[in-house]
């Protein structure tokens, strides 16, 4: 059973960075693909970032295009969510997932973090 563990998330000003990684144990990241999702207060949790097994293909939400950027590095086994250009509507947790198939879908997504809570202020 993998388990996935997310760090790095927050308080931070509008404008700035954050970098989120989520490390996997238990399991072979290289086998799924990763995804980012989020839920502020209130609301329905998002999809937010993909990463395909080999990392060569990427997919973001349109909220977060060109703001934030989805890695990977399977020798460590870990997923990173560079995120930048923060905004107060990206305060949410964010979750690390990882998926068979690489989806937008968070149902199609079988193992998930716990989640890190990013707060931005304005």
């Known amino acids: 059973q993998m388990q996935l563990v997310e760090s790095g998330g927050g308080l931070v000003q509008a404008g700035g960075s954050l970098r989120l990684s989520c490390a996997a144990s238990g399991g072979t990241l290289s086998s799924y693909a990763m995804g980012w999702f989020r839920q502020a207060p209130g609301k329905q949790r998002e999809f937010v970032c993909t990463?395909?097994?080999?990392?060569?293909?990427?997919y973001y939400a349109d909220s977060v295009k060109g703001r934030f950027n989805i890695s990977r590095d399977n020798a460590k086994n870990t997923v990173y969510l560079q995120m930048n250009s923060l905004k107060p509507e990206d305060t949410a947790v964010y979750y690390c997932?990882?998926?068979?198939?690489?989806?937008?879908?968070?149902?199609?997504?079988?193992?998930w973090g716990q989640g890190t809570q990013v707060t931005v202020s304005s």
């Open positions: 990463i395909r097994r080999s990392g060569g293909s990427t």
């Open positions: 997932a990882a998926s068979m198939w690489g989806s937008f879908r968070e149902y199609e997504y079988q193992y």
